[in-house]
């Protein structure tokens, strides 16, 4: 990756001292948790159609010809029901559309009116697996995306413990509860559809997170075997900084494709992009600032016998 001008910005190696600023930053993130906990009941989340409940429907073309996507979805999307959601199967003429039901209109009305505005905007159109998802099994559907989240979130926690010591495995959870509280505060903000879509997003964030946590966690448990004398925040800096560069080339090689697949992928993956972008640097900051400073605040067992250890200035960044 030598040739790409663009890696020589990135400092080889850095000398920042991180946890000093842990307890501003600390606090910043309790108040950003509890703000975002705060914004899910209110104003409270979007929820999509897998969520709140709707109809599903599947659209093939008479004669066989390939059926626009946005062009049905323009089509429905000027009769104010809500969010709606449209998605290719199979082939190129044929598509599932979801979309809300309106409280107090009737279920025939309302399908009978979709139909005839996508007939009219594209044409002879065969409609086929009518559908109504109501409220119970959509209840159903929030239970179980939340389940999975949480079943995620202790599956991680389980494996750190037995991967590490027991407090590697709380400041990774922390890190992790701290990034998904913060990825839903961000919903909320930006007003995104809260759908199955997003609860992929979430999980993708959890995993991501984990993973630059435990780059972290192996280079911290590296450092104090070799430098049994060193003070902890110092180990802790030092294994931040060296793994910084890789973090930041990972990071921002993610957060490329996830920009071209929000401005190309339509309004369907434009939130699961969004999510994921922000979970992707969320979770990079908790690895920093949430997780690893737990490991101070807890303590690890250093060894019976020190070692020498070459001592090592933290100052400011600098290239060698």
């Known amino acids: 990756m030598s040739w790409w001008p663009l890696i020589k910005i990135i400092p080889i190696k850095t000398n920042l001292q991180f946890v000093r600023f842990a307890k501003f930053f600390g606090v910043l993130s309790a108040v950003l948790c509890i703000a975002s906990i705060a914004s899910v009941f209110y104003p409270g989340m979007n929820m999509g159609i897998d969520f709140r409940g709707g109809a599903a429907m599947e659209l093939t073309t008479s004669d066989g010809r390939a059926l626009d996507l946005e062009q049905v979805r323009g089509a429905v999307e000027g009769l104010s029901i809500g969010d709606v959601g449209v998605q290719g199967i199979d082939n190129d003429s044929s598509a599932i559309l979801r979309f809300q039901i309106p409280e107090g209109e009737a279920q025939s009305a309302v399908v009978e009116r979709v139909q005839s505005a996508i007939t009219q905007e594209v044409g002879t159109v065969i409609y086929s697996g009518v559908s109504i998802v109501g409220s119970k099994v959509s209840g159903e559907l929030f239970a179980s995306g939340l389940l999975a989240l949480g079943a995620a979130i202790v599956l991680m926690f389980a494996?750190?413990?037995?991967?590490?010591?027991?407090?590697?495995?709380?400041?990774?959870?922390?890190?992790?509860?701290?990034?998904?509280?913060?990825?839903?505060?961000?919903?909320?903000?930006?007003?995104?559809?809260?759908?199955?879509?997003?609860?992929?997003?979430?999980?993708?964030?959890?995993?991501?997170?984990?993973?630059?946590?435990?780059?972290?966690?192996?280079?911290?448990?590296?450092?104090?075997?070799?430098?049994?004398?060193?003070?902890?925040?110092?180990?802790?800096?030092?294994?931040?900084?060296?793994?910084?560069?890789?973090?930041?080339?990972?990071?921002?090689?993610?957060?490329?494709?996830?920009?071209?697949?929000?401005?190309?992928?339509?309004?369907?993956?434009?939130?699961?992009?969004?999510?994921?972008?922000?979970?992707?640097?969320?979770?990079?900051?908790?690895?920093?600032y949430v997780a690893a400073p737990i490991i101070l605040l807890w303590g690890v067992k250093r060894g019976e016998f020190a070692e020498d250890a070459k001592p090592i200035k933290l100052g400011m960044a600098s290239r060698p």
């Open 159 to 288: 494996y750190i413990w037995f991967r590490f010591e027991p407090q590697f495995g709380f400041g990774a959870v922390a890190g992790l509860v701290h990034d998904v509280i913060l990825v839903f505060g961000l919903i909320v903000l930006m007003r995104l559809e809260f759908n199955l879509n997003m609860v992929a997003a979430i999980l993708t964030v959890i995993g991501y997170s984990m993973n630059d946590t435990v780059v972290v966690f192996d280079r911290l448990r590296e450092n104090l075997r070799k430098y049994k004398t060193m003070p902890l925040r110092d180990v802790i800096d030092l294994s931040i900084n060296e793994t910084l560069s890789r973090t930041i080339i990972t990071g921002v090689t993610a957060i490329m494709v996830l920009a071209a697949l929000a401005v190309f992928g339509g309004v369907a993956l434009f939130g699961f992009s969004i999510a994921l972008m922000a979970g992707i640097i969320i979770g990079t900051y908790s690895s920093v």
